[in-house]
């Protein structure tokens, strides 16, 4: 991989969601909703913000329960959900565990456009009952865990800026649905969603939680798995970024123990120079529930 490359992607498993915001970041002005940050891609381009703010809109105007509004895509963001199609194909066919391909074969994507969230959403529920439900940006860490418990995952709708299709610097359509999207559509992988949801309602204190949200991190979004004498993934951090399964195998694998994955920091905005690697998926499953109270 060249440089100019490996930096376009650097950051592309970025989920912010997960970095613990102040909450003056976290609130939204309904008349200046998106506020990109100067380094962000899309900063200069007007179209673009008006674009993020009108989906945005749909996301505050959302009622619980309610059909998903569709969001106007342009043929820039389908080209850029092709492009990112194109370098994930073989991508999962050398790097994805079974259960997430299993998954994935059941929701058909179309690799030409983004598809609709309603769409996505009907499966999932169809499959596991886990629903989707739009937001405009960022939410807090334990609101968007807490959540998981209901059976429900808050999905941001806008695409990353098509300048930089390999490239996000926050949770976009593509992670969602790609990676949390599929894993969704997997009985097993929705319960564990939700397990997370019920331990961190039951988390007595912001130290627990932190240990819960380095265990989401390091299984949910960056899990690995040995599957077949091979490590593959199952995170979704990794799923929906070719850059990062790509660099997986760089990383230094250590045996899925979730009290050291619990102390173990990790920088967001960097490749995982660790992953911890679970003996097989049925193993995974069993410690997680397990550990999550199950
Ligand atoms: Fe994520």
Known sequence: MNTQTRDAILADHVDV?????????????????????PEHPGFRDAEYRARRNRIAELALTYKSGEPIPDAAY???????????????????????????????????????????????????????????????????????????????????????????????PEPDVVHEIIG???TLASEPLAQLNRLFGGAVKRAPSPEVLERLARIYWF???FGVLRENGSVKA?????LSSAGELEEMGRAELRPLDLEAVSEQEYDPTRFQPVL????????????????LGA
Request: with cysteine; aromatic share 10%; proline share 3%.
């Open 17 to 37: 969601r997960m970095i613990a915001v102040d909450d003056d970041t976290t609130s939204l002005d309904r008349n200046a909703l998106v506020q990109l940050d």
């Open 74 to 168: 342009t043929s820039e963001e389908h080209d850029v959900w092709r492009t990112i199609w194109k370098a994930l194909q073989p991508a999962h066919r050398a790097h994805a565990c079974s259960e997430y391909l299993s998954a994935l074969d059941r929701l058909q994507f179309d690799s030409d456009r983004i598809p609709q969230l309603r769409a996505v959403n009907e499966k999932i529920q169809a499959i596991s009952g886990f629903r989707l439900e739009p937001v405009a940006g960022l939410v807090e860490p334990r609101v968007f865990l807490e959540s998981l418990a209901r059976g429900v995952f808050l999905c941001t709708q806008y695409i990353r800026h098509h300048s930089t299709p390999l490239y996000t």
């Open 180 to 182: 949390h999207g599929v």
């Open 219 to 221: 299984t949910i979004e």
């Open 234 to 238: 199952y995170g979704t951090g990794l």
């Open 276 to 291: 911890f690697c679970a003996d097989s998926f049925d193993a995974m499953y069993e410690q997680l529930a397990s550990y």
